[in-house]
């Protein structure tokens, strides 16, 4: 079956750092997401994205958050200063449509960890 | 934000069959019932999903009450690589759940046992 990648699986940066973390979603694939997870808590939606546009973004997503589909197959969100709390894993996900019987593919995560 | 709830955990021994209920009496008529898990240190995984009917698939069988307000997933054999927490969630273009967003709760941990 088809797969979302993401890399890196681990990533750890020091606060006040950038960090871009990478994602290739399913080839057929036009709707992009990224949610995020901080330990113990729940899965969050941080942005969806589509046709090179943001379509939705949570309170979450603020102005130090970025998506960007640099080419035809790659999918990345941007964090650029990272604070503490930005500690979390991190799961990008595609799908075919947003029709609400369609399933979502989720990748592995990136685990990032700031100091 | 779509509303379900779930029990905290369950357990199950290997082999035997897992229902797990997920409530939901606020669904509208035109919701679908999802069902995600998601494995330690996983993303998560579709499993199913159901709009009236009853459905099936290679991984589970998801059973609707009439009423609609509740469902079951039901896994016919667990084995150790289905203990996981699973996540019971509605969409529906009135939940602010279009474009893609999906609203998790706590989910049930699932604990299969050898």
């Known amino acids: 079956e088809p797969e979302v990648t993401q890399t890196p699986s681990h990533q750890v940066t020091q606060m006040g750092q950038e960090v871009i973390l990478r994602c290739v979603p399913i080839s057929n694939h036009l709707y992009f997401y990224w949610y995020r997870q901080i330990l113990g808590q729940k899965v969050e939606f941080l942005v969806s994205f589509y046709n090179n546009e943001i379509s939705e973004k949570s309170e979450i997503f603020d102005d130090q958050f970025s998506v960007e589909r640099p080419d035809g197959s790659n999918f990345t969100l941007k964090i650029r200063s990272t604070k503490l709390e930005d500690s979390a894993m991190y799961f990008c996900a595609s799908s075919e449509t947003t029709a609400t019987n369609e399933k979502l593919f989720f990748g592995s995560g990136t685990q990032l960890s700031v100091l | 934000d779509a509303k379900t709830t779930q029990p905290n955990s369950m357990e199950s021994n290997e082999e035997e069959p897992v229902h797990l209920p997920c409530n939901h009496s606020t669904i509208s008529g035109t919701d679908y019932i999802h069902w995600y898990r998601q494995l330690p240190s996983q993303g998560p995984e579709y499993v199913i999903h159901?709009?009236?009917s009853n459905v099936n698939n290679r991984m589970a069988s998801l059973a609707i009450a009439e009423d609609r307000k509740s469902s079951t997933l039901i896994l016919h054999r667990a084995t150790l690589r289905d203990a996981a927490v699973y996540y019971c969630i509605l969409r529906g273009y009135d939940r602010g759940s279009t474009l893609g967003r999906l609203y998790f709760g706590r989910g049930t941990q699932l604990t299969v046992w050898p």
């Open positions: 159901g709009l009236t």
